[in-house]
């Protein structure tokens, strides 16, 4: 397991609260999930998040997490895909793990459709068959000493499951397109991975929760978070993105972050500092 030794890691790990390290999936993994992560609050915080390109796995460590007024976190909670931020509070000297997965792990790797848990939080050992195993995978990540150990234990939960996923070739192709062509039509991206686009939008919105349309706008804002944080302007940010013009930035951004570009940038979401991008 190589942990991420970059001035961003240690930067974001030195901080008193919250505290967060983060870890790359073990490479036979990395089809999976982006990364790890665990964040530590050593005093009550509440924080929010922009909309991920991936469904998210979490589960609390220690303390109280809340992720609505009044909703406790679930013991091993499920995120799907979401186009809003969402909002969490922590109590004090709590803590959360997390597993970062990729976008196609919905139906490859969870066996569910997409759709189902787009935009929802989910119990995890709520689903049926192999997912009856995370409360005790839970269990093991409370009584785990420290961080790597951790992150050792998510990569066994996730090799055990890991054997009977499979990954829709056409829509790992179509994310990778999407992502990296910003102003491809659909109906090109379509004739590119040779399907219809018709067919392209149903098998796409049941293997992630969105649509083609946007999960590329998805994917065009979290590009110009990258370029922004890096120090990039903001309009410049929004050309080198791919959007059409400054409107279409500052509608799209507050779309996904319910903010001006300007002001989102002067505040700091929990993962502002490592948005993902899925190219």
């Not at 150990?149 to 994310?175: K, P, W």
């Amino acid at each position: 397991m190589n942990r991420d030794d970059s001035p961003r890691f240690r930067n974001l790990a030195s901080l008193s609260t919250p505290r967060l390290q983060l870890c790359r999936p073990h490479p036979s993994l990395a089809h999976l999930a982006f990364r790890y992560g665990v964040v530590e609050f050593s005093h009550e915080a509440s924080d929010f998040h922009f909309p991920e390109l991936g469904p998210i796995i979490a589960v609390p460590l220690r303390g109280d997490c809340f992720i609505g007024p009044g909703r406790a976190a679930p013991v091993c909670a499920l995120t799907g895909l979401s186009e809003a931020i969402r909002h969490h509070w922590h109590g004090p000297n709590s803590a959360v793990a997390f597993i970062h997965l990729r976008p196609t792990s919905l139906a490859g790797f969870l066996g569910m459709d997409g759709a189902d848990v787009c935009g929802q939080t989910i119990e995890l050992s709520a689903l049926d068959g192999r997912w009856s195993r995370t409360p005790k995978f839970a269990e093991k990540l409370h009584a785990s000493k420290g961080n790597q150990e951790s992150f050792r234990l998510i990569d066994q939960f996730l090799s055990g499951v890991a054997e009977t996923s499979t990954v829709d070739t056409r829509i790992f192709r179509a994310i990778r397109y999407l992502a990296s062509s910003p102003r491809k039509s659909i109906h090109q991206i379509a004739d590119q991975i040779g399907c219809s686009q018709s067919a392209l939008e149903r098998s796409f919105r049941k293997a992630t929760g969105l649509t083609p349309k946007r999960f590329q706008a998805l994917s065009r804002f979290h590009h110009a978070v990258n370029l922004a944080k890096s120090g990039t302007s903001l309009s410049m940010s929004a050309v080198e993105a791919g959007f059409a013009d400054q409107s279409h930035f500052i509608r799209e951004f507050r779309r996904f972050a319910d903010l001006a570009p300007k002001e989102a940038m002067t505040r700091t979401p929990q993962n502002a500092d490592f948005v993902q991008s899925a190219r």
